[in-house]
Every structure is written in structure tokens, then in C-alpha cells.
């Protein structure tokens, strides 16, 4: 045995700490835009990107591997929030809590493509890292006003379909996987599901929300089902 300190115990004890640091996660990069704050911030679905948006007004897109600054916009108007990536990877959203909207641009240069379209900065809202594009990433959800939910052609911002009042607050909302459908939980426990195209609700078949952890609807106990007239499955 050897003595806790003796030369031979230090140097297995360093070992054993340098094989731990070896296997544990190292820092890539520190983000800082000039100095401001960091406001918000996304990975790419399927590149080693990162996107952020900061005080200093800017959306930068970051290769995650370097470090190294990809682009850089140019200052908004408005002071950016947060930002998100749609599904495919091609197009960001840049969202203002301050001005309730939200901007379309350019994954791959940062290029503005539509918008302002109205994001209203409450309910669903707050819960701004939920997925807003249906899987295509050719429509964009929103939460148009309060108790509001409307969709958004993604190349030029145009409204798809009515505007959908709920008659309460919503605590969730997205697209049904298929696209066709919007799926909505209001913040009274009520379930809902409405044909974007028509403004109306659908009824029938079921749809059962899990609190797995991913693309799930909030809940409050371990696991909580409802109800959902929706052909859909999560």
C-alpha cells in the first residue's frame, strides 16, 4: 500500500484526474457580441452551427467547432430576444419581446427574407425554444395576438389561412407532424386542434400528449393524457 502522500499516490491520483478531464466536455468557444450581452440562442438541426442574437441589436451565426464568426448581420431595429432555426435548417427567426414580432432571414447569410409578422410576446410565446415550422419549414406558426394563433408563408410573410382566436390563454401550441393541423393547449387544461387552411376546429379521432421531455405539451404531474380531435400522432 502506498502512503496517501507519498510520490507514487500523487502521481496515480494525477492520472486518474487528467483521464477524467480527458473524457469531460472542453470548451469550444466564449460568445460575446463586442462586449454585450447574449440575449438568445440556437443550433443548426444538421450543421455544426450556432446562432445568437445580443444587445448590441445583431444576429451572428458561429461555427461551433472554431469558434470562428461565420456572419455577422447588420444591426435590426428593434432589440432581438431570441432566435430559433426552422426544421431544415434553412431559414432563422429572429424574435423582438419588445416590439411583438418576429423577422425572417436567411440561414445561410443572414439576408432579411420577410417580415416583421406579428409574435405576440405572451402565452405560448414565453415558452419561445418550442418549434414555430411545420416539418417542410415552409409555414411558420404564431401567436398573432393574444389568444391568437396565425400561420405565415415563410418566403415572403404572407398570412395562410384566418386568423384563429382561442377563447382562453395558450400555454402551447404547434404543428401536428403531418403539417395540417394546428395543436393547441390553452393555459385551463383544454386541448384543441384547428384546420389552419379553414380557421375551424377539427373533431374526432384522439391525439395523446406525453410529458416525455420533447415535443410535448406542458404538464404539471408525471404524465398527463388528453384528449385531442386530431388525426395526428406525437
Request: contains cysteine; aromatic residues 6%.
Amino acid at each position: 500500500n502506498m502512503n496517501a502522500d507519498s510520490p507514487e499516490r500523487v502521481a496515480v491520483n494525477r492520472l486518474r484526474i487528467a483521464s477524467i478531464v480527458a473524457l469531460g466536455p472542453r470548451l469550444a468557444a466564449v460568445i460575446t457580441h463586442d462586449g454585450e450581452p447574449v440575449s438568445g440562442a440556437a443550433f443548426h438541426p444538421t450543421k455544426d452551427q450556432l446562432a445568437t442574437v445580443g444587445r448590441d441589436r445583431c444576429l451572428r451565426v458561429w461555427d461551433v467547432a472554431s469558434g470562428q464568426l461565420i456572419y455577422l448581420t447588420e444591426p435590426f431595429d428593434e432589440m432581438p430576444s431570441d432566435v430559433f432555426y426552422s426544421s431544415d435548417g434553412e431559414h432563422i427567426v429572429v424574435l423582438s419581446s419588445e416590439c411583438n414580432h418576429a423577422r425572417l432571414l436567411s440561414a445561410a447569410d443572414g439576408n432579411v427574407l420577410a417580415g416583421p409578422v406579428p409574435h405576440y410576446a405572451g402565452g405560448a410565446n414565453n415558452r419561445q425554444r418550442e418549434k414555430r415550422f411545420d416539418s417542410t419549414g415552409k409555414r411558420l406558426l404564431t401567436q398573432s395576438a393574444p389568444n391568437t394563433l396565425r400561420v405565415w408563408r415563410t418566403a415572403n410573410a404572407s398570412p395562410l389561412g384566418p386568423a384563429i382566436p382561442l377563447d382562453a390563454a395558450i400555454a402551447w401550441m404547434n404543428f401536428s407532424p403531418d403539417g395540417e393541423t394546428i395543436l393547441a393547449l390553452t393555459q385551463d387544461g383544454k386541448p384543441t386542434a384547428w384546420d389552419w387552411q379553414t380557421g375551424k376546429e377539427v373533431e374526432s379521432p384522439t391525439l395523446e400528449f406525453r410529458n416525455s421531455g420533447r415535443e410535448s405539451a406542458p404538464s404539471s404531474g408525471s404524465e398527463r393524457q388528453s384528449r385531442l380531435a386530431s388525426a395526428a400522432t406525437i
